[in-house]
């Protein structure tokens, strides 16, 4: 398993003191694994998130984002490609941090992710299984991004 499994960068756009719109570029990499811990495939998909994030206080929030995909899916069970579109969707809550790097204003959000698929594409019988006896997913994330 690797440190990092997703790569993202993020812009946000402040719409009001309080809602910001976020979107960015995110790379996936993430392993699957079936009910016994085996890893049966990889997903590798570029992908261009969406979301909004809406400011409890100060710099503390809540964020639902929308992972649209090309994802290209290795079946090591298989020892096959399968290359689909996929969507993920992830709710968020977080803390953003804010610095100047060379007078580049930016952030690094801290937050916990809750997620699960909603369009899987083209996968194997092995890949469903997994999804279907462990939908959700859950993982931390820190994200870095521009703040303009």
């Not at 993430?30 to 100060?58: C, E, F």
């Not at 079946?75 to 096959?80: L, N």
Request: aromatic share 18%; no cysteine.
């Amino acid at each position: 398993m690797a440190l990092f499994e997703v790569y993202s960068l993020q812009y946000s756009y402040r719409i009001t003191p309080h809602l910001s719109l976020v979107t960015g570029l995110a790379y996936v990499n993430v392993d699957v694994h079936d009910q016994q811990g085996n890893t049966i495939g990889k997903m590798n998909s570029p992908t261009l998130p969406v979301g909004v994030r809406a400011y409890i206080w100060r710099n503390i929030h809540i964020e639902y984002q929308l992972w649209p995909a090309y994802n290209f899916y290795y079946d090591r069970v298989g020892e096959r490609y399968y290359n689909s579109f996929d969507l993920y969707n992830e709710l968020r809550a977080g803390y953003r941090f804010d610095f100047t790097i060379a007078n580049m204003p930016l952030f690094s959000n801290l937050q916990y992710v809750l997620g699960f698929g909603l369009y899987p594409g083209n996968k194997p019988e092995n890949f469903t299984e997994a999804v279907e006896s462990a939908p959700l997913f859950h993982v931390p994330s820190i994200s870095i991004g521009i703040r303009l």
